[in-house]
């Protein structure tokens, strides 16, 4: 039986609208009361289980930890695709950002985080209006903190669109800058911060160098929640979740030649893959090829099954399928694919990875400081 997605009430789609709501007095999906200046702080891979399985090294952020306090993510656990989920409050059926690489509609097989170019145009690819946009329409000032190197890219223009970007290179310099935005006038500020996410892929979410990042973080976190004044608030949340596989759990497809018949090109991420098949081949064989071979430590499911379960939201717009992989292969163990065909290992130095449904990849904190307590 497939996983759902999508499955609780509170998901990062929640958390931007209800945000904008509460900036004008309204009810909201989150219950915030009304307020002046809300800061969304958004940690690139801040499982909920990795911060309680650091606790000691969070005394701001793990304490605050229960069930109420964690939100779905969604699905795929992918930045590009949970990104676009949380500034647009919709879903990847509707906005369109289906996984992390992704058949597009020229047949190229392109990066959604740095792929864009005028035959992939972030105005219309992403196909949502973000709550930025919104933001700005009712006279709300909207601002995007992030690094420099994200100003002007396509997936910038793509999630981002309508907040002000400033960019600023030192995880302190940004909630320097998120601390006087704060303090000078109403408004919605995004916050975002990768260095987690970075030294997961690097060393993984268990190493020392990730441990020592969370504490940063963690004493930036309470620095700012002491400078809110009154009317000021601040959520934190994440993208996704980690999980760290080891070389061991390394599988190299390609050496199981039944499991390429049929299939075209292979996208998506070592957690999450997506089969286009050929023309002349069916889905339906090829996910039952690798449900034979895979199922015991991955769930795999042709599109159909996919958007029948949920995966990318309740609806998938009709623009927007050819876009996933004819078959899905969701990793639920320790275990990323590769093609050991590939002379560059592309990607097989990562240690922290995400992309599919388990636990550890979907579920994510929602804290809540200052009058947004």
């Known amino acids: 039986m497939l996983p759902a997605a999508f499955t609780s009430r509170a998901s990062l789609a929640t958390v931007l609208p209800s945000s904008l709501a509460a900036l004008g007095g309204a009810e909201n999906d989150l219950g915030l009361p009304r307020l002046e200046h809300l800061v969304v702080i958004v940690v690139d891979g801040l499982g909920a289980a990795s911060l309680r399985a650091r606790a000691g090294h969070a005394r701001t952020l793990a304490p605050m930890l229960g069930k109420t306090t964690t939100i779905d993510a969604g699905f795929p656990t992918t930045t590009a695709a949970a990104l676009a989920t949380l500034t647009t409050g919709t879903t990847p059926g509707t906005h369109g950002l289906v996984g992390y690489r992704v058949r597009d509609a020229a047949g190229r097989l ?20 973000t709550v930025f946009e919104r933001a700005v329409e ?27 970007f400033v960019g600023v290179q030192s995880l302190e310099g940004r909630f320097a800058v998120a ?7 109403p408004g919605l500020t995004y916050l975002y911060v990768a260095e987690l996410d970075q030294l997961a892929h690097a060393r993984g979410w268990e190493s020392a160098d990730w441990t020592a990042a969370l504490e940063t973080l963690d004493a930036q976190v ?17 993208d996704h979740g980690v999980v760290d596989v080891p070389e061991s759990g390394h599988i190299l497809y390609d050496t199981a030649p039944e499991l ?11 957690r999450l893959l997506h089969l286009y098949t ?13 449900r034979a071979a895979e199922g015991d430590r991955s769930w795999v499911a042709t599109r159909a099954e996919a958007i029948e379960a949920g995966w990318f939201g309740p609806a998938v717009d009709a623009e927007v399928v050819p876009r996933i992989g004819d078959v899905l292969v969701a990793a639920r163990k320790r275990i990323a694919y590769y093609d050991g065909r590939d002379p560059q290992r592309t990607g097989r130095n ?24």
Request: charge should be neutral.
């Open 110 to 129: 392109t990066n959604q985080l740095s792929g864009w170019d005028a035959r992939m145009d972030p105005a219309t690819w992403q196909r949502s209006r």
């Open 179 to 185: 601390a006087d935005v704060v303090a000078a006038g």
């Open 222 to 238: 309470a620095s700012l929640a002491r400078r809110l004044g009154p009317g000021r608030g601040a959520l934190l949340t994440a």
């Open 260 to 270: 390429l018949e049929g299939v075209a090109d292979i996208a998506g991420e070592p």
């Open 138 to 164: 009712q006279g709300i000032p909207a601002r995007a903190i992030g690094l420099p190197k994200f100003a002007g890219s396509g997936f910038t223009a793509a999630v981002l669109r309508g907040a002000e």
């Open 350 to 373: 990562m240690v922290g990875q995400h992309g599919s449904l388990t636990a550890e990849e979907t579920r994510v904190p929602l804290l809540r400081f200052g009058a947004a307590a």
């Open 278 to 290: 050929a023309q002349d081949a069916s889905p339906t064989d090829v996910a039952e090829r690798w």
